[in-house]
């Protein structure tokens, strides 16, 4: 799989050769460059580690193996190697810093030209935390005052153990009723949603929410009431009411929190580079990709499928909006994935006319 998944998002070589030039070490030494400053700070040269010149020399000649032949022998270094090209070049993972999305690389040019509408949406994107500021997932404003997340959050922030107990959806109901109640008690217990690029105590449009409204009763999906951000009714994303033209291979981007550390798949000097330990977990990040197709069925009716795409997310993504690029409303709502396999989320458009979402006015762009 990995292999497979590896040889489905790198570009085509006439691309590579686009992007890259004439040199190819040095142009992913560049955009190396280009990115580092943004994880953590100056840091020096990382063009001045002779690890990381070969591993990227290993990840080009790695490339154009696998794109001349997908099923090409790779050695483990090969592999490992090409994941720091794809995380580099083929599906990074951006940080969002000073409303901008800076160090774009060459292979995702709609990015770039599309930059104001991508960090416009952005700003309505907030981490999901409990009262200790313990990261828990994403939300986004789906109406005034009213988050939109995954139910697994919802179940997070009323302390069951989504992840271990195979209980936790049997005892939600009860959880929500007497997490509400506390909430309505104290509240300094309140949840917070926060839409800084950073976790920073001194974050000012932190919104405390007050109750979890809803949880749908088959789909990974929870509504959230919020208090305490200001105009939020400017920061609702609007959801996409009809299925793109194409299902498959069609261009999206995910904003949220992913969590990277420990770094996936790459080597001790790319995780450096690229992912600097635990300073790098929780930062807002925007991640392109492409829908890879509707796989599986999910439990409302037949034939109604969930949406596989292959941006980048990991922990903390969940709940994340799965992004249009052709008109930069929300798709689908991302709830699982594992690096280097697949993600999954619902397709809105599929959902619309349920009750969890016309019940409680959230509408969807026509």
Not at 119 to 133: N, Q
Not at 249 to 265: C, I, K, N
Request: proline share 7%.
């Amino acid at each position: 799989m990995d292999q497979q998944w590896l040889a489905s998002v790198l570009p085509s070589q006439q691309k590579l050769g686009q992007f890259l030039g004439d040199d190819p070490v040095t142009a992913l030494l560049g955009l190396a460059r280009s990115r580092a400053p943004i994880e953590f700070g100056p840091v020096g040269d990382p063009g001045d580690d002779p690890a990381l010149k070969k591993e990227f020399a290993l990840a080009q000649a790695a490339a154009a193996a696998l794109k001349e032949n997908k099923d090409a022998q790779l050695s483990p270094k090969q592999t490992q190697a090409l994941h720091a090209f794809v995380h580099l070049l083929a599906r990074p993972a951006l940080r969002v810093v000073g409303g901008a999305v800076p160090a774009i690389p060459q292979s995702w040019e709609q990015l770039d030209t599309a930059h104001d509408s991508v960090v416009s949406r952005t700003r309505g994107v907030g981490r999901i935390d409990t009262s200790t500021r313990t990261h828990v997932g994403t939300g986004w404003f789906v109406a005034e005052n009213l988050l939109l997340t995954n139910r697994h959050v919802a179940g997070g922030l009323c302390g069951l153990d989504v992840h271990r107990d195979l209980a936790w959806l049997d005892k939600l109901p009860a959880a929500v009723v007497a997490t509400n109640a506390v909430w309505d008690d104290d509240y300094s217990r309140r949840a917070v949603w926060d839409p800084a690029e950073a976790p920073s105590a001194a974050s000012t449009a932190v919104g405390a929410i007050t109750r979890i409204r809803a949880c749908h009763a088959l789909l990974d999906m929870a509504l959230l009431d919020v208090t305490g951000v200001e105009n939020s009714k400017s920061l609702v994303l609007r959801m996409q009411a009809s299925p793109p033209a194409s299902l498959a291979r069609h261009d999206v981007y995910l904003a949220g929190y992913p969590g990277v550390s420990p770094p996936y798949s790459v080597s001790e000097q790319v995780a450096k580079l690229l992912f600097p330990g635990a300073t790098a977990s929780g930062l807002k990040r925007v991640s392109p990709g492409q829908l890879v197709a509707l796989v599986e069925d999910l439990p409302i009716a037949a034939n109604k499928p969930r949406a596989s795409h292959d941006a980048s997310t990991l922990g903390g993504s969940s709940g994340s909006p799965v992004i249009n690029f052709d008109n930069h409303r929300v798709m689908a709502l991302h709830y699982q994935g594992k690096y280097g396999a697949a993600n999954f989320a619902v397709p809105l458009w599929l959902v619309k006319d349920d009750p969890f979402f016309t019940s409680n006015d959230v509408v969807f762009a026509t």
